[in-house]
């Protein structure tokens, strides 16, 4: 990952953080066994939760959508199921998906502080 790979993404993470509301760390309690999810994997997912699209979260990330929607299978798979709900254009969490959300937020955001 280049240098400026790396600052694109930590400003992303940065706009995303920003645009979601604050969770407390007990909205997750039930995700205490969470599988091995990726940063990029992460911030792919609540990109596509923010924009409510695959295509403007690729383009916002700067990657491909076939490449976003790998991430989204492989963090539905972790998760072990459905996060989005697909609909025409545009998509949104199920309630699993608001769950894993709010995790991904909150471990995002303790990251960030480190």
């Known amino acids: 990952m280049t240098i400026q790979q790396i ?3 930590r400003d992303s993470l940065t706009e995303l953080l920003g645009s979601f509301p ?3 760390d ?3 309690e039930d995700l205490s066994s969470v599988p091995s999810v990726s940063t ?3 911030l792919g997912f609540l990109s596509v939760i923010h924009h409510q699209s695959f295509t403007n979260a690729a383009q916002h990330l700067g990657i491909s959508q076939p490449g976003l929607s790998r991430q989204i299978q492989r963090i539905e798979k ?3 199921g459905k996060l ?3 609909g025409g254009r545009e998509v ?3 309630f699993r998906g608001v769950q894993v959300a709010a ?3 909150i471990t995002l955001r303790r990251m960030r502080g480190l």
């Open 7 to 9: 600052e694109a993404t």
């Open 22 to 24: 604050q969770v407390p």
């Open 26 to 28: 007990t909205a997750i």
């Open 40 to 42: 990029k994997e992460m």
């Open 78 to 80: 972790a998760f072990g």
């Open 84 to 86: 989005l709900e697909r």
């Open 92 to 94: 949104e969490p199920t």
């Open 103 to 105: 995790w991904c937020h």
